[in-house]
C-alpha cells in the first residue's frame, strides 16, 4: 500500500467515467432524390408527376458509440484468471429459468460449474472457458446443497479454540475498478420530406420521420456472469411520425 496520501488516494480510488465512450462517432446527411424533371429517373415527367414524384429530400443523423463497463464481480477471492472479451463469438443459451434465452458470452464472468453446457443451465460455454474469478466455495460440476457453496465463507479458530464463520472480504479485489470494452451502440434516424406550393404564398411540407429506421436491437451491457442477452432490446424499436405543415 502506498504510503504517500496522494498515491494512496489514487492506488484507492482512480478510476475510469464510463459515462465517456472510448469512441463516439457521429454522422449527418441531407440529400435530393434523382425523381422528377431533369433527375436521373422522371427525367422528361410532365407537370403533374413531376409535381408528386419529384423535390423530394432525404436527411439523416446517427452515431455509433463504444461503450466502457465494470467488471461487475468483484466479491469473488479464488482462482484468479485473466480478463477474456468474447464478443459474438459464443451465442449461448440461458436455461437457468426454464425457458432458454438467446445471448453471448461477452466475457469470461463466473459461471457455476454444474450449469455449464447442462440442460437446465447455460448452453454454448466453450470449452476453453475459464472464470476470472470464483467464489472460495464455488459448486462443483456435480452440484449438491452445501450451504457454503457460492460463498466466500472462511473458517476462523479463534484463541479459545472455538471456530467463527465470516465471509471473506479485504475491500481490495484485485478486480475492482477495472473496466473492458462492452457491446457498441448504434443509432440511425432518418426524415423524408417535401414541400409542395400550392400557392405563390402558401405552401404543405410533408414529413415522415424515422427514429431507429432499421430497427436495431442494440445488445445490453453483459451482466456478472459475463452473458448480454437477447431477451430485451438495449433499443427502442422503430418509430415512425407523419407530419404536416402549412406556410403563409
Not at 449527418?28 to 436521373?40: H, R
Request: proline share 8%; net charge positive.
Amino acid at each position: 500500500m502506498p504510503i504517500d496520501p496522494n498515491k494512496l488516494n489514487r492506488f484507492l480510488n482512480y478510476q475510469r467515467d464510463i459515462s465517456i465512450p472510448k469512441h463516439h462517432m457521429q454522422w449527418n446527411f441531407i440529400v435530393d432524390l434523382p425523381f422528377g424533371k431533369g433527375k436521373l429517373i422522371g427525367r422528361n415527367a410532365g407537370r403533374l408527376l413531376n409535381a408528386a414524384i419529384g423535390g423530394w429530400q432525404l436527411s439523416g443523423i446517427g452515431s455509433m458509440v463504444s461503450n466502457y463497463d465494470t467488471i461487475p464481480v468483484t466479491t469473488n477471492w479464488a482462482n484468479f484468471a485473466p480478463l477474456q472479451v468474447y464478443g459474438k463469438k459464443y451465442p449461448i443459451q440461458n436455461c437457468t429459468s426454464g425457458t432458454c434465452i438467446a445471448g453471448y458470452l461477452w466475457y469470461n464472468g463466473y459461471i457455476p460449474a454444474n450449469l455449464i453446457n447442462k440442460p437446465n443451465g447455460i448452453m454454448g460455454v466453450p470449452a476453453n472457458y475459464v472464470p476470472l474469478e470464483t467464489p472460495l466455495y464455488p459448486t462443483p460440476a456435480g452440484g449438491g446443497s452445501n450451504p457454503n457453496y457460492e460463498t466466500n465463507n472462511v473458517f476462523i479458530t479463534l484463541k479459545n479454540g472455538s471456530v467463527v464463520q465470516t465471509p471473506l472480504n479485504t475491500n481490495l479485489n484485485p478486480y475492482r475498478n477495472q473496466y473492458f470494452l462492452g457491446p457498441f451502440a448504434y443509432s440511425q434516424s432518418a426524415t423524408l420530406f417535401k414541400a409542395f406550393n400550392i400557392t405563390e404564398q402558401v405552401r404543405l411540407r410533408f414529413e415522415s420521420d424515422f427514429f431507429n429506421v432499421f430497427n436495431a436491437q442494440g445488445l445490453n451491457q453483459p451482466l456478472a456472469n459475463g452473458i448480454s442477452s437477447l431477451q430485451t432490446s438495449a433499443k427502442a424499436a422503430r418509430q415512425i411520425q407523419l407530419t404536416l405543415r402549412l406556410f403563409w
